[in-house]
């Protein structure tokens, strides 16, 4: 792998810890899509940390699980503005 894939690996993998970022965000933050920030956490940093790689995907994980939630929120928050 080059230098330069790795260190993005390392730091995307970082910010999502410190952040409790989702995927979007990070993508966002890096400049990079969905894709390569799943494929950094989930393939590249294993072999490089696999403990950092075990932080970010647990966190990953979670927002996972909560993004119907998210999704339902947005959808009452753009009604609410709608009906007012």
């Keep these: ?15 999502i810890v410190e952040t ?6 990070a993508a966002k933050q890096f400049g990079v899509s969905k894709s390569t920030v799943h494929k950094d956490i989930t393939a590249r940093l294993r072999q490089l940390n696999p403990t950092l790689a075990e932080e970010a995907r647990k966190v990953l994980d979670v927002n996972k699980q909560e993004r119907h ?5 947005a ?4 009604y609410m ?4």
């Excluded at 792998?1 to 910010?15: D, H, L, P, S, V």
């Excluded at 409790?20 to 965000?25: A, F, H, P």
């Design 1 to 15: 792998m080059k230098g330069y894939i790795e260190e993005r690996a390392q730091k995307t993998a970082e910010y």
């Design 81 to 84: 503005h709608m009906h007012l």
């Design 69 to 73: 939630i998210r999704g339902g929120l």
């Design 20 to 25: 409790k970022s989702t995927v979007r965000q």
């Design 75 to 78: 959808t009452r928050e753009k």
